[in-house]
């Protein structure tokens, strides 16, 4: 059956007009007035609506294990939680460990396949360089990945060298795989973990302490300058850090292909949360810095400068003694307690898949900062174009699926955990005020979330084989 958007206002990462939108089956079939419809076409009333492509996602963390535990969002509770965010595809990150990638990926597509509730890709961690895995790196694209993440931090466990980072670059580059860097000073961030814990210091805000922000700039600058001489794109994950920003600018201008993401709790939250009594909520790598750095990104959000706003969503409960309950059932999973007289042992991440759409529509759209149609950019249009997915994805045109979202910008709500559907026990955005809001969503033409209520299921979310890599900016 067939399905009419009426009286919609349709958002696209260049303009925003008036205009119905027809679905059939999994698919957006014709844009415009006066479509014509059959007897049995469903017809939605979008008046005073937003109509919007889904939220794509670009960096997520689901079921993934670290420090003794598990993230606490698995493949369908996290995706669950996108829906209800208004995002519609995620890419997660397959771990890499001695085994051919294939191996590791089939892992991963193991546990994500049968939960997935949104769509979902794949990017490929790199954390170990020898021929064998310079072998298999083209034949990611036949597994439909067609990114890969190094990491420039973590020594011993997920670092690569710089020499190492260059052949990644180059053979990516070749085969039409764009490169992702974690871009930090691994040595420095070692160094000063030691002296600090030496010196007796166990509180979150010395995570923030031993990650130097001028690391992650050297890092940055560094990673440009790699891809520049591998003639090969970067894309530069997570950025928190103002003078990040300045060195993808002065990179970009110097014409290196590389890119930029930034998180909203980048653009929200800084060292002083990290000093509250339950700092442990905000520690992530990287880790939250200044003011003064929030003022920079969200500068660089609003001119272009920064491409995407995804979330590195990556969450754990901040009391995983005590269970919370999700669809009615108790669940308990460790988390940031575990790190209660360790800031090193609390496991890094937060929750945010959920929260990216409503929270960066009231502060960005709501507050002037950004229009409705950045906000499709940077959360839809332009992470499907970087990572091989559009027009399939983060377009409203006939031909891309029906990845919807009806967004009503009069909504308000008080915001926090009971709002977000994570599968934690705290939000950062608790008791926010928020205005606009996701009211219907639609995945391939099915709808899964309308008003609060749930109609996904596991596992009808698909795998997304995407394209090599052809961004121009
Ligand atoms: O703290 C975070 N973000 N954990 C996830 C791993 C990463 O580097 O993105
Ligand atoms: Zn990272
Ligand atoms: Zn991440």
Known sequence: ????????????????????????????????????????????????????PGGVDAHVHLDLPMFGTVSSDDHYTGTKAAAFGGTTTVIDFVSHDQRPLTACIEDLMEKAGPKAAVDFGFHMNITHWDDQVAKELPGLLSNGISSIKVFSAYNGRLRLQDGEIFQ????????????????????????LTSEIKAQGHTQPIWHARSHPNWGAVEAVLRGAALAAQAKAPLYIVHMNVAGEVDQLTYAREHGIKVLGETCPQYLFFSEEDLERPDGAKWVCSPPMRKKVDNAR???????????????????????????????????????????????TKIPNGLPGVGDRLPILWTYGVGQGKISPSRFVDLCSTTPARIFGLYPRKGCLSPGSDADIVIWDPECQVKYGVQTAQHRTDYNLYEGWALQGMPET?????????????????????????????SYQN
């Open 1 to 52: 059956m067939a399905i009419l958007i009426k009286n919609g206002t349709l958002v696209t990462a260049a303009e925003q007009y008036q205009a119905d939108l027809l679905i059939d089956g999994e698919r957006i079939t014709a844009q415009g007035s006066g479509l014509p419809v059959s007897a049995d076409t469903q017809i939605l009333n979008a008046a005073g609506k937003y109509v919007l």
């Open 168 to 191: 990644v670059l180059r053979k990516a580059g070749e085969n039409g795989i764009l490169t992702m860097l974690h871009a930090e000073n691994g040595d420095v961030i070692d160094l």
């Open 297 to 343: 990104l969200w500068q660089g959000v609003m001119n272009g400068e920064i491409q995407v706003v995804a979330t590195d969503h990556c969450p754990f409960f901040y009391d995983g003694t005590k269970p919370i309950l999700f669809e009615g059932k108790p669940v308990a999973i460790p988390g940031k307690e575990l790190g209660a007289g360790d800031f």
């Open 441 to 469: 969503v639609f995945l391939r033409g099915k709808i899964i979330v309308q008003h609060n209520q749930w109609l996904g299921k596991p596992g009808m979310g698909k795998f997304l084989s995407r394209d090599p890599f």
